[in-house]
């Protein structure tokens, strides 16, 4: 692995950190931690893998974790297992509304896995058991959530109504309009869409 590598992997989750996290003290300790990553070799990957896992204990939005993560364009070895490290710690603060939701993050964190075990070895054995475990349970975690979460379920009503309405139809709770807008990607809640998903009453 080149200083060039790390030097980027540790620009790419220092940024990462500051758009997810609010809360200046742990900034504070992403700032100390890359001073520490500068140091290369085995105490940077430490201190690289100690930054992912505050940045994703710490971010502000959980659920918003994947997508940063995806939007960023780096394929190198060392990134990859540092987005599984910063991907698993957010996963068991996210929140998952219906079970289909648990189920879909649990896949993508096996994936991830998958393509990190096979080159981990690179970083010790100690490095891949770690990462065994925390995926393990990342994705215990997400397979009790599914089993205790209502499944999602595809409503037809025929006709537009406004969300408000529908939520206190499905629920008797005018409040969870706003789910099913954002579940659903709607434009404007007064008018949903006469086939929505929505999660199982």
Known sequence: MSDQTMEQVLTIISGLARELI???DDLARIDALAVAAQAGGGSGVTALMQMARLTGEAAADANAVPDAIDRLQDDSQLWRLVALVVVCFAAVRAEYP???DAQAARTAISARADAVYSEAGTF????????????????LFLSRTAAERAP???????????STLLAYDLYGDAGRAEALVDRNRVATSLAMP???EAVAP
Do not use: C, K
């Not at 999602?152 to 406004?162: H, L, N, Q």
């Open 98 to 100: 219906s079970r289909q």
């Open 152 to 162: 999602a379920v595809r409503v037809e009503t025929g006709v537009s109504f406004p």
């Open 194 to 196: 006469v086939s929505f």
């Open 124 to 139: 010790g054995a100690e490095t891949v058991a770690w990462l065994v475990s925390m995926t393990g349970v990342a994705t």
């Open 22 to 24: 609010l809360d200046a």
